[in-house]
């Protein structure tokens, strides 16, 4: 087996929340939790809640240093963003929901920064996944035998209670996975300049 696949990591790029922004996620998902206490609904963590800007799939220790290389080399050419919550959603769709996701506005230097980012990583990891961005954070994810979509309904649509957060960075992440679910690691931070 080649080295180089043999030692690869599964990363990803993403935003975490600010402490002020977990804050409000922890108790507006606490009251979700007492509101829609469903058999299945499997809430996410607060350590793992991030906004996902390019699920990068496996890559080898020298696509991994390619990749921070450039985006080092990117970061201070780019503006900070600001992360603003708009409605609770399900994907794929409602009634055959796997993910309950808080959306999040997608304004021109969050758009930008995620163009950025796909660009550099389609140079310098191939096999990079191609999804299209859409900027959400997960909240909980369904079961197999997840049967309570219909008990959801309301939620759908549902504007979050308002929060703002400036990124100042982003983090590439390994994700391992084992039976009690993934495990993040930060590899590497890249930091965003200060708005003028």
Not at 64 to 86: F, G, H, M, N, Y
Not at 149 to 156: F, G, Q, R, S, V
Not at 161 to 180: I, K, M, N, T, Y
Request: hydrophobic fraction near 40%; glycine fraction near 6%.
């Amino acid at each position: 087996m080649n080295t180089e696949k043999k030692n690869s990591a599964r990363l990803f790029l993403a935003v975490f929340p600010d402490d002020a922004v977990k804050s409000i996620l922890d108790k507006e998902t606490t009251l979700l939790q007492k509101k829609y206490p469903l058999p299945g609904l499997k809430w996410t963590v607060p350590a793992q809640r991030h906004l996902t800007l390019k699920f990068l799939g496996d890559v080898s220790p020298g696509e991994k240093e390619r990749l921070i290389q450039r985006l080092d080399a990117l970061c201070p050419r780019l503006r900070r963003p600001r992360l603003l919550p708009k409605a609770y959603a399900f994907f794929p769709n409602r009634r055959r929901a796997r993910v309950l996701y808080l959306g999040l506005e997608e304004n021109a230097a969050l758009s930008a920064l995620a163009r950025e980012i796909d660009a550099c990583a389609s140079e310098c990891v191939p096999g990079a996944s191609s999804t299209p961005f859409r900027p959400h954070i997960t909240l909980a994810r369904m079961g197999r035998r997840f049967s309570g979509h219909a008990a959801l309904t309301p939620l759908a649509g549902e504007t979050a209670r308002p929060w703002r957060q400036e990124v100042d960075g982003f983090v590439l992440v390994e994700s391992r996975l084992s039976a009690s679910g993934a495990k993040y690691t930060p590899v590497h931070t890249f930091f965003l300049p200060e708005t003028k």
